[in-house]
């Protein structure tokens, strides 16, 4: 077991793909500076002059096209002249950076053989040099980089599909547009995708995205090595980012890079008919050809989590890492658990009492720096306002303070404001993504199987949480103490809440009931 800051953390079931440190000796530290000094400007300015020459000619490809001509492929003389200038171009840019040779593996599928090439591991920007070998096939894009300078440009020279993360109908479109595309019989050129959507440390293969899937349309799983002694290519959520792989890979002589193509992949009927199970059974072929596991694990919102029953588990706990900043700034179990009885005192209030900014925030916690309340704000919400009950709940579920079965039933006093007793559909996502930490988009069959005898209640949930194998696990990974540094302590799960002579429920050493009320 791991420690952090006193805090015992049960490491993850497969190596944590989101990390990323290139491990640099102190000889290789100064080779990477003097080389760096000389080598990053000078391949910089080069690769940066490239790609501005590359600018207006992939604006001339379209000069004078009707927006009706620009929906269909390109053909003609538009494409045989641009399309080999823009390869050169491109082709060169990644020379000047380092990338002398690209070693290819297998064969390349033609357009009717497998529409759709899958790619994995995805590292890094600099993964795109897959395109060289595949010739330059289309790609989908975030519609936000079409504002960037030159890379806007290239992405409608390569007629890319165009999808914002924020926009539900921009998904659909995108959706509908992949669908034509891959499914036109030749009409429109082989398509290009990293299945994974976001780039990891290539120790495991994260869960594949299904959109390559969706068609039920034979695909071809291509493979990026870089075999180098130094892993400088990929940059991660947690680690080294974009910048620092930049340096690191321009201030090396050369990267080595291998391109492996698979045999094309058909699915079966039940695959087509299943587009998850096509792109698991994909992934895990990968995962084998990789050495490397084949893992359930996805990025939700800038946040790693692994699947299991359809919840997300949190890779990194909030609550850890919140508990963690309290002790670094001095609160120990007392303090901690006086600062989770003013939270709940506060959400009892009502919903709009449980919103906090930083400063509540920090007056609640007991914070004197305002730094500190603003890094555990930061671990629940995208600004500075934060729910207080998420914070509550899931730091009370692993400090040991409050028994299980307590919390679950202050948690369905926080979200059933009715005061019905039950939870629908729409409310559970809210109560479980407080007590894990984080947002919830699936709760469908934890819902489903907790309300087949009847309505949501607060005793059926506790009894699927308690005694179903699969959530079972969630609790005993995720909603329970790992280290008893409270009075009051989990012993078991449901043993656990003390009840008065009046029948009044026990928090601590005192009553809610007439909090709860």
Known sequence: MEQLDGQQVTPPEYPHP??????????????????GSILFPLRITMA???FLLAWPIARLRFAGVSAEERSQPVRGWRKWVFHPIIWLLSRAVFTSLGFFWVKVKGQRANLKEAP??????????????????????????RSENCSLPVIGALLEFNQSVLVSRKDPESRKMAVAQLS?????????PQMLMFPEGTTTNGCALIKFKPGAFLSGVPVQPVLLHYPNKLDTVRWTYKGTSWLDALWHTTSQFYTSVTVEFLPVYKPSLEEKSNPNLYADNVQKIMAKALGVPATDYVMEGRMPVRKLGGLSLPLESPARETLAVLHRYGLGAAEVEAALDRMVERCLLGVMESKADVEMLSSLLGLSDRQAAVSICGLYSKDEVVDLRQIYLNVATISGCVGFKTLLHTAYTLFDREGRGVLDHSELPHLMGALLGVPQHDTAELYAEASRGGPLTEERLLQVLTTHPTYQRVVNEHLQPEERD????????????TVNNNGDLQYGN???????E
């Not at 409270?486 to 809440?497: I, K, R, S």
């Open 18 to 35: 989101f990390v990323h440190q290139v491990k640099l000796s102190t000889a290789r530290r100064i080779r990477g500076i003097l080389l």
């Open 510 to 516: 005192t009553s809610i009931h007439h909090k709860l």
């Open 116 to 141: 759709v090439l899958v790619v994995a591991p995805h590292s890094g920007f600099l993964d795109m040099i897959v395109l060289f070998p595949t010739q330059l096939p289309t790609v989908v894009s």
């Open 486 to 497: 409270c009075h009051l302590t989990l012993n078991t799960l449901t043993d656990m809440t």
């Open 48 to 50: 940066a002059l490239l």
């Open 180 to 188: 034509e595309r891959l499914t036109s019989n030749g009409y429109w």
